[in-house]
């Protein structure tokens, strides 16, 4: 009895071993490689990029020590992320576009998903390809559209923070419909038509039935459009006014036309946490407020839902 | 329960505020390329009414389109650039979307999140990641050489000079368009193997199929629509790319459609001729999206019957 409970692991381990080289079937070495070779190779290069940000020389490449000055130096031979004007400047721009590009597009975008939702009439289908639209259509294109658009005719929007504003906001409505729309399928029609059958009114029935089903989306919705404005590059590019109005990418960009130096992976690095933070943000809200329904409809499901 | 007139109400600022900054500006375009060009200022005057367009500029683009010019070269190396890009992005990002969608039990969650990270992490930043990586003495130059790759990749004429990499590198280009657009590619075609049943896979296992044409009889057709979407979804943004290979490289030898309507927008005096070539640019990527639409289409069709 003791010798077969002695001897069962190595069988045990003979035997899995044979019936993973017999069995076709199973899973498959050379896809586990390439799968971490992938990811490692999609995370190494940014991880570099962190670390050359603390790098205590000019250079990109040659790691010469440690230090915090390319973020906190207020010594003016060094272009720090916290103190140079340029990158200072271009952090607060780019939140500013991004915060301002949230309070406008997640409302109209809710409204918009609403409406999309249950009119059923002349127009209807029309909107609803227009909607779908900017999910396709090239940087390059909305760029260069826009960009005509207040140089030849709508000439009383200045270039700078209020063009790339509503350039921002056109390109970002979509989503919030896109998750918002995919939330009200989920969610139906039979809670709204309980309550009113239980006596309240229409607005009631938004307001208080709706509105709390709809929130989880609506958070998802602002994190994701927040995310989106902040690594906008093109739009801001094509519609900035100059130094005043540069954002984040568009520092990146231009430093990197010239030379950069670790403080330009250092705003990156800034960017990067910010993304990161409002998206882990809107998951875990979004989590939070659906706890315990079923698994349709869940955070995964709406981003990945994305189209994108 | 609510009155009819809510929910139109509820789309029309949205719906006004696409048709004024989404569709108008599409308009623009068009009137610009088909306007006239004012003789003394230079500058393009948009031609607002279809009636009074001009085909001059428009035929003038088309003409520069043509082989032996500028234009046509630029073209095709974007075609070039784009199609090796796409099948790098198939070669790599299909084994792992395949991966993680059958394989992949315990992992799962964690390799998703590593899959989604790279949406989050601008794409600026990532392409900024390769010029420390390949900048003189960098990580990424030092293995290349220490590996010997860097010397494979000389001698196949690949790479034209091993020590620079960053500069005029058609190769350079290429990796930094497929590190950037290949997340992109991999999360539709990941959803679409995700769906297919697993009893499909058994079904063609218990008729006697081999693994390999299981793949191929069961698993390709089944995911063909998320590959048709992922390809779609990177070669619209790759086709007006202007700044990766900008980045990367920044010499006339690398330059891409978006480089030349950039050229025209911010460096040239021809706005006229920049608007025109974005007309044809979204005129040829609208034959690409109906293609996209019209399989997709015919896809689930199929699925349905």
Known sequence: ?308 | MYPRWLWPLSALPGVVWLLILFLLPLYAVLALAFGTVDPILLSGVPAWNPLDWNPGWMSHVLDLLVPGNILWDVFLRTCRYVVISLVGCILIGYPVAYYVARHASRTKSLLLILLVLPFWISYLMRMLAWINLLSPGGYGLRFLSDTGISSVLHHLGIISDPSNYLSGQSFTVILALIYGYIPFFILPLYASLDRIDQSHLEAARDLGASPFRAFLHVTLPLSKTGLLGGAVLITLPMFGDYYTPNIVSGAPSTTMIGNQIDLYFHGGPQPTIGAAITVLLAGFLMILMLYYMRTVHRASRELAA
Do not use: C
């Not at chain 1, 030849?152 to 350039?167: D, E, K, M, S």
């Open chain 1, 1 to 308: 009895m003791s010798q077969t409970v002695a001897h069962a692991p190595a069988v045990g381990y003979v035997q899995r071993l044979r019936g993973r080289l017999g069995n076709r079937w199973g899973k498959p070495r050379f896809l586990v490689l390439v799968t971490w070779g992938y990811i490692v190779w999609s995370i190494v290069p940014v991880l570099v990029a962190i670390q050359f940000s603390f790098n205590d020389s000019r250079s990109l490449s040659v790691w010469h020590g440690f230090t915090l000055k390319w973020y906190t130096s207020t010594d003016p031979s060094i272009d720090s992320v916290f103190h140079s004007a340029d990158l200072h400047g271009a952090l607060e721009q780019s939140l500013k576009l991004a915060g301002l590009d949230v309070l406008i597009a997640t409302p109209i975008g809710v409204f918009l998903a609403l409406g999309l939702a249950r009119w059923r009439g002349r127009g209807s289908g029309a909107s609803n390809f227009l909607m779908l639209f900017p999910l396709v259509t090239p940087e390059i294109v909305a760029g260069v559209s826009l960009l005509i658009l207040f140089s030849r005719l709508l000439r009383f929007v200045p270039f700078g923070t209020v063009a790339q504003l509503l350039g921002h906001v056109t390109f970002s409505i979509s989503y919030v419909v896109v998750i918002v729309r995919g939330r009200l399928f989920s969610i139906g029609p039979s809670y709204e038509e309980a309550a009113a059958d239980l006596g309240a009114a229409p607005a009631a029935a938004l307001y208080r039935v709706l509105l709390p089903l709809l929130l989880p989306a609506i958070v998802a919705s602002a994190a994701i459009v927040f995310a989106i404005s902040i690594d906008d590059f093109v739009i801001s590019q094509w519609l900035s006014s100059g130094a005043n109005s540069t954002t984040v990418p568009v520092a990146i960009y231009a430093a990197t036309r010239a030379t950069p130096e670790p403080s330009t992976d250092g705003i990156a690095t800034v960017i990067m946490l910010i993304t990161l933070l409002s998206v882990i943000a809107g998951v875990l809200v979004y989590r939070i407020f659906t706890r315990g329904e079923s698994g349709r409809g869940s955070a995964v499901d709406d981003i990945a839902g994305l189209g994108i």
